[in-house]
């Protein structure tokens, strides 16, 4: 069965700092990974994706993550954090089998909380 | 550009009234369409999914439905919500390997 790991409820960084959201996942098959942004009472904005390639991916805001197939980790990271990237963060894991793409599985979020 | 309308935004019901939300998609066609909840806290959890018209998938049994009239519309509906049924409803599209979501819709149900 597909599982996500997001084992920090909540992060805290100091504004400058670098930050790290983790996550860890369990695929069969190759796996399909994601991270998305919520700020409150919207709606998930898709920050960036692994499919396959380069373990280093870069996406938006700044943001980038690394793909590590043998910690099955796939954790966000940013240089130097913002206030305004105080929000919840999610990963997910699709996998892809068989010429299809299975459906998302997300992870229970990561409050990430930036002070100045 | 693709956009994806949800509406109406907030909505406050009654135990057992009925409910109908609506999600529409912009710019893209046969796309695969997707409804999630989100209870307090932060999970979410995939309701319904549809690849094409009239063809839904069900993710979790409850007393929820959903249809797909037409290519790029999506509807949840109800016919006697219940006070569990409270959450943030957010539908979503992908027409390849990512999913794009809309801006959700707060339902309580009191």
């Known amino acids: 069965a597909q599982s996500v790991a997001q084992p920090e409820d909540q992060v805290n960084v100091a504004e400058g700092n670098p930050l790290t959201v983790k996550c860890t996942y369990s695929v069969s098959g190759n796996p399909y990974l994601f991270w998305y942004v919520q700020y409150p009472n919207r709606g998930l904005q898709f920050l960036l994706k692994y499919i396959t390639g380069d373990n280093l991916v870069k996406g938006s805001y700044g943001f980038e993550a690394e793909f590590n197939k043998s910690q099955t980790s796939f954790h966000l990271k940013k240089p130097s954090a913002l206030v305004s990237d105080s929000a919840l963060y999610f990963c997910?894991?699709?996998?892809?089998?068989?010429?299809?793409?299975?459906?998302?599985?997300f992870g229970k979020g990561t409050k990430l909380s930036v002070k100045p | 550009s693709q956009t994806i309308h949800q509406w109406p935004a907030t909505l406050v019901q009654p135990v057992g009234s009925p409910l109908s939300l609506e999600c529409t998609v912009e710019g893209t066609s046969n796309p695969n369409l997707y409804w999630y909840r989100q209870a307090a806290g932060r999970g979410l959890q995939l309701l319904f999914y549809?690849?094409?018209?009239?063809?839904i998938s069900s993710e979790v049994p409850q007393n929820l439905s959903a249809s797909r009239p037409q290519d790029r519309q999506f509807i949840l509906s109800s016919k006697k919500l219940l006070l569990s049924d409270s959450g943030f409803y957010l539908c979503a599209w992908s027409g390849g390997s990512t999913q794009y979501f809309g801006p959700g819709t707060r339902l309580t149900v009191l």
């Open positions: 997910a894991v699709s996998r892809y089998y068989g010429g299809s793409q299975g459906n998302l599985i």
């Open positions: 549809s690849i094409g018209i009239g063809q």
